[in-house]
């Protein structure tokens, strides 16, 4: 059990000590130090302070304060490779410190793949500044120039006389590595300047080494305190109330129906309701139990079956090309596409459907809140903690300093999940009832209610010159905006506990173009955004799911260059090559052809028009924040049932410098298949009043039977360059592979994710069909 002191928490208050979470109380000389505003008792936390980022333990630990999260990409143990290296000392010497707005600098939630790109360099700087600083402190100590100084292993020694040492905890003596740091930007756009240089490739020991994952064991074993596992002293449990019909609010609620239940409470504050018990299984009874009469609503949802007819026809309310817009909500391209249409001689156009999906997390979102008069903690799996701590002094209605929200791993936090609006229905429950709070939704509550992928269709053209050379290129997604459901939980309005208080609503356009390489002669990569099917409190509110430029986006403009690409006759790795010119891309297809055994054709494959089970491979490329993916899919095609068996996935993957491999291996791995869960299975169900997947039979997702059966990773390490991030990039271009292996095993199009069985039947049974030429 997690037990929690709320005054007096040093820096070092959460300690990992033999798989379990303790707190630790600070010593007082450390409560003497405190800054008198702070209300947790320990140093300041400023992006100008070295001591923030890094510190010395008495027993020589070097602490390091990592403002992001590992939502089980490795980065704890990755982070803990860089500070090591650049310190030197022992990796195992290195604790990290993760998630604690208390703790750690904001330097922004987990997003994008940033963990090692932004935060990780952001580490090795300030670590490598340590050690410079304190060798210069030896120098004063041992009475020589800094520059005659070595370190091995946390200890500085005399390059001619070793038995001249002193180790770091010496020269710290229990106190604080003060000096100040250069730094600019906020969150995800912070970065730090330092006089210390980064050890070269060649200097390295640590980095690019397999050191196993720190978080592996806790897990396996079940001894990993999750957010699920936090007691306080006095805490109640808490189930939360929504309609069955969305937009319906509560206008009547009948306490006498929970009333033989131990302990049972109502709560309702305006349209937010929840029951209350001491004994969570009481919670659990009097949720079911409640009787509550619900306003008249009808949210006219146009279903799932018809929901890309209605995209389709649903009027523009924002553009790319917009003004205002600017970084990846901006429209990107080169020359004059309208130009190059007038030029073409052939025109090919095509479009393709992504469904509305589900974080689909393994276990549904957990928080525990614990509000006083004063300040406020939160436990939560969020992504981005710091933004959660911004969004509940909002809603608390308290100065921002004194909310402090601890990160401890979850049920799943990748993107924006329902671990925000259960965060923020905790803080909001203690506020009320002034006690601790433990909200855990339900397995239904989790799928119905979690905010969405956006559903979308992408539609592209290409006007080809007399020799097949693409001389205009368009590619557009229509759709639901991707911060419907804001992603950084930095308002109340976007939660539902916000939303049901009737806070001002804080929807705004966004979406964004499929990332790549190409260079087309005339381009131009965009989207229309459409308006959202309910404005407050809705089911299907959209958001960000882990890679939101990826499956999305990437399915239908990769996809569609392989129909350019048969069109041309031309196989599908030459084809992309023409318009590639990197060395760096031209060696990634390299390799994964290489490594896939590739035989250069066009598609499809011939010989198979009667085979009962057809084989085809295909492959699609992207390349994000400077990660480039090429990815090979082999299927077999069972054309009576329509199932599609994977044998084989072969994804090249070049992120620069490599931290860890076999992290970023695992990283990759569990990225394509989860990949294949939501290109084979996954799709939100809704009727014409709410979400109708709820549970793993309306909402399926891939079993071991479905897993491919051979993932083969090939990884191109430069450690010259920086590392570009990994934890999104691979899953990206699955499903347009997939539907172009299809295409070379039957020659038809497959153009509407999730692959079923049943689309797969119908597909094959209209059979071939050419490449659409605009009119």
């Known amino acids: 059990m997690i037990t929690s002191e709320m005054d007096g928490l040093s820096r070092r208050a959460f300690l990992t000590t033999g798989g379990a979470l303790v707190v630790a109380l600070a010593a007082p000389a450390d409560l003497a130090r405190a800054a008198e505003k702070n209300p947790f008792g320990r140093s300041v936390v400023r992006p100008d302070k070295l001591s923030s980022y890094i510190s010395i333990d008495p027993d020589g630990t070097v602490v390091a304060y990592y403002g992001k999260i590992d939502g089980g990409q490795g980065l704890q143990t990755a982070i803990g490779q860089m500070v090591a290296e650049e310190i030197d000392v022992p990796w195992e010497r290195v604790r990290v410190v993760m998630g604690d707005t208390g703790l750690t600098v904001d330097i922004g939630g987990a997003t994008a793949g940033n963990g090692v790109r932004q935060g990780g360099m952001i580490m090795r700087q300030t670590a490598a500044e340590a050690r410079r600083l304190l060798i210069a402190?030896?120098?004063?100590?041992?009475?020589?120039?800094?520059?005659?100084?070595?370190?091995?292993?946390?200890?500085?020694?005399?390059?001619?006389?070793?038995?001249?040492?002193?180790?770091?905890?010496?020269l710290v003596s229990g106190g604080h590595l003060d000096a100040p740091i250069a730094w600019r930007g906020l969150a995800q756009q912070l970065t730090v300047k330092v006089d210390a240089p980064l050890k070269k490739p060649s200097q390295f020991k640590v980095i690019g080494k397999p050191m196993p994952r720190r978080d592996i064991a806790g897990k396996v074993f079940g001894t990993l305190q999750q957010c699920s596992d936090v007691r306080l002293p006095d805490m109640l449990h808490a189930r939360m109330i929504r309609p069955t019909v969305a937009g319906a609010v509560?206008?009547?609620?009948?306490?006498?129906?929970?009333?033989?239940?131990?302990?049972?409470q109502v709560v309702w504050i305006k349209n937010f309701l929840a029951v209350v018990a001491e004994k969570e299984w009481n919670a659990v009874k009097a949720a079911k139990?409640?009787?509550?009469?619900?306003?008249?609503?009808?949210?006219?949802?146009p279903g799932h079956e018809k929901l890309f007819d209605y995209i389709r026809q649903a009027p523009v309310v924002a553009r790319s090309s917009d003004p205002g817009m600017v970084g990846a909500s901006a429209s990107r391209g080169n020359g004059s596409v309208e130009e190059g249409f007038k030029q073409a001689v052939r025109i090919l156009e095509g479009e393709y459907e992504f469904?509305?999906?589900?974080?689909?997390?393994?276990?549904?979102?957990?928080?525990?809140?614990?509000?006083?008069?004063?300040?406020?903690?939160?436990?939560?799996s969020t992504q981005k903690p710091h933004d959660c701590a911004a969004g509940i002094a909002e809603l608390l209605e308290l100065p921002p300093e004194k909310v402090r929200a601890i990160w401890m791993f979850g049920t799943g936090g990748y993107a924006r999940d329902g671990q925000g609006d259960a965060t923020a229905d905790a803080a909001l429950l203690s506020k009320h009832l002034g006690r601790p709070v433990r909200v855990q939704y339900m397995r239904h509550e989790a799928l119905a209610w979690d905010p969405k992928c956006p559903a979308l269709v992408n539609r592209s053209r290409v006007g080809l010159d007399a020799s097949g050379r693409i001389i205009a290129y368009e590619n557009i997604s229509k759709g639901f905006s991707m911060e419907d459901c804001n992603?950084?939980?930095?308002?109340?309005?976007?939660?539902?506990?916000?939303?049901?208080?009737?806070?001002?609503?804080?929807?705004?356009?966004a979406f964004g173009s499929p990332g790549n390489g190409y260079k087309f002669e005339n381009a131009n990569w965009g989207w229309e955004v459409i308006a959202p099917l309910m404005e407050r409190s809705s089911p299907l509110r959209s958001t960000h799911i882990r890679d939101p430029y990826g499956l999305p986006i990437v399915f239908g403009s990769e996809a569609f260059l392989d129909e350019v690409a048969v069109a041309t006759g031309s196989d599908p790795i030459e084809f992309r090559?023409?318009?590639?010119?990197?060395?760096?891309e031209h060696e990634l297809f390299r390799a994964a052809a290489r490594q896939?055994?590739?035989?250069?054709?066009?598609?499809?494959?011939?010989?198979?028009?009667?085979?009962?089970?057809?084989?085809g491979r295909g492959l699609a490329y992207r390349q994000l924040q400077g990660t480039y993916i090429a990815l090979i899919v082999e299927v077999r095609v069972h054309r009576n049932s329509g199932v599609i068996d994977i044998p084989r996935l072969v994804c090249a993957h070049d992120c620069g410098l490599i931290v860890n491999p076999e992290t970023i291996r695992h990283v990759i791995d569990r990225q394509l298949v989860w990949g294949t869960s939501r290109a084979m299975y996954e799709e939100v169900r809704f009727d014409e009043n709410m979400a109708t997947s709820v549970d793993w039979l309306t909402y399926p997702v891939v079993k071991m039977g479905g897993v491919p059966q051979s993932i083969e990773i090939v990884l191109i390490d430069r450690p010259e360059a920086p590392s570009s991030g990994a934890a999104e990039m691979a899953i990206g271009p699955l499903p347009a592979a997939i539907s172009s292996a299809v295409?070379?095993?039957?020659?038809?199009?497959?153009r509407r994710v999730p692959f079923t069985p049943e689309r797969v039947k119908a597909a094959l049974a209209r059979g071939p069909e050419p490449v659409k030429a605009a009119l």
């Open 743 to 750: 295409f070379d095993a039957t020659g038809v199009r497959l």
């Open 487 to 509: 992603t950084r939980e930095q308002h109340p309005a976007d939660t539902l506990a916000g939303m049901s208080l009737g806070v001002p609503l804080n929807w705004r356009a």
């Open 137 to 170: 402190m030896a120098g004063k100590k041992l009475d020589i120039d800094p520059a005659d100084l070595t370190v091995s292993d946390g200890v500085v020694h005399v390059v001619a006389d070793p038995s001249r040492r002193v180790s770091y905890a010496e």
């Open 289 to 301: 139990a409640l009787k509550v009469n619900w306003s008249e609503s009808k949210p006219n949802f």
């Open 577 to 584: 090559l023409r318009y590639l010119k990197q060395e760096r």
């Open 596 to 615: 896939y055994d590739w035989d250069t054709r066009p598609s499809p494959r011939s010989n198979q028009a009667d085979a009962e089970i057809a084989v």
């Open 355 to 380: 469904p509305t999906q589900s974080h689909a997390s393994m276990g549904p979102a957990c928080a525990v809140a614990d509000v006083r008069d004063d300040r406020a903690t939160v436990w939560t």
């Open 250 to 264: 509560p206008v009547a609620v009948d306490e006498k129906s929970i009333a033989d239940i131990p302990g049972a």
